[in-house]
């Protein structure tokens, strides 16, 4: 179908803007980029849901450092979790770019979510977040009966690069010998070593998200051309899908990212993990975030909510 007419509207005036000189992200710095993207978002989304528990946490990881999080909770939520990576190529985004999002998907599914703020590149690269995510789901499993969850009512999530990292920790796990979370949410994740594919060719330019951007990002991140054939960044690359979590695959129609994400999630299905593909017509990258721009891009929260509650009623 075509594009939504109100999507439509949107990259219409994305496109006046940088008409009248506003600079795409891959032309600023990492900073300029990080300010530019948290800013939009309370425009794009600016009616967070109000819940009974919203607090600021950090999570001690393997090199001493430590992260900022996010818990979101109702007071009558089951003690299942979201663990939540955010997008933004590895270089932009956090806690506040998807505090609406976070939020809702707390009050739609009635689980608890918490989100992740994983270090960012350039300053912070190739595996860091990876290694980040890994360590957050560890120290939730311990601090799980601390916060009042079940360390055994775990799902994993994100959006784009963040999706990567959910889907990433969960082949992680499986190598360690370690149980699978309930579920894998994986909105629009980013699996190629490549960006080669016919929807990038397709949708390189005019659909949010620019290929010149997908490579500046990429850029940031890897610290060199081998590191884009590592599953933990390219999970297509890895030899053996088999064992993982439950998925739900959610891609828009108009994405430079829909080819790999269908692609890795045939290979899923393929290895006898169970998959529903969604994908939403009309929509573009980073669509659920985009509230304010398309009521219909509540759809995929719905989705995601509905697939939380069937992986917790099924456990």
Do not use: K
């Not at 949107?10 to 009248?20: M, S």
């Not at 629009?188 to 659909?207: F, I, K, L, N, V």
């Amino acid at each position: 179908m075509p594009l939504h007419p109100d999507i439509e509207a949107f990259l219409e005036l994305v496109q006046a803007g940088r008409d009248q000189g506003r600079p795409p992200m891959h032309q600023m710095s990492a900073g300029q980029a990080r300010q530019d993207y948290d800013h939009s978002a309370r425009m794009l989304d600016s009616c967070p849901a109000d819940l009974d528990d919203v607090r600021d946490l950090e999570i001690p990881v393997r090199d001493g450092a430590r992260i900022g999080a996010r818990l979101y909770r109702q007071a009558d939520a089951a003690g299942a979790v979201l663990l939540y990576f955010h997008g933004g190529g590895y270089c932009v985004g956090g806690l506040d770019s998807h505090d609406s999002l976070c939020r809702d998907l707390a009050l739609r599914s009635g689980c608890a979510v918490l989100a992740v703020a994983y270090r960012l590149a350039p300053e912070h690269r190739f595996p860091t977040a990876f290694e980040d995510a890994v360590d957050s789901y560890a120290w939730l499993r311990g601090q799980a009966p601390v916060l009042g969850l079940n360390a055994g009512h775990i799902a994993v999530g994100g959006d784009s690069a963040g999706a990567t990292l959910a889907t990433a920790l969960c082949l992680a796990l499986r190598d360690a010998g370690q149980p699978q979370p309930l579920l894998q949410a994986l909105l629009y994740p980013c699996t190629s070593a490549r960006q080669d594919s016919a929807s990038h060719q397709r949708y390189a330019e005019g659909h949010l998200l620019e290929g010149d951007t997908l490579q500046w990002m990429f850029n940031n991140y890897l610290r060199g051309d081998a590191d884009r054939t590592d599953w933990r960044f390219a999970p297509l690359e890895a030899a053996d899908l088999r064992g993982l979590a439950p998925a739900l695959v959610a891609l828009p129609e108009y994405d430079p990212l829909h080819d790999e994400g269908l692609a890795y999630a045939q290979r899923l299905r393929a290895a006898g993990v169970p998959v529903d593909i969604r994908v939403y017509p009309g929509m573009v990258h980073d669509f659920a975030r985009l509230a304010d721009v398309a009521p219909d891009t509540g759809q995929v929260r719905a989705d995601v909510a509905r697939a939380l509650h069937f992986a917790r009623i099924q456990a």
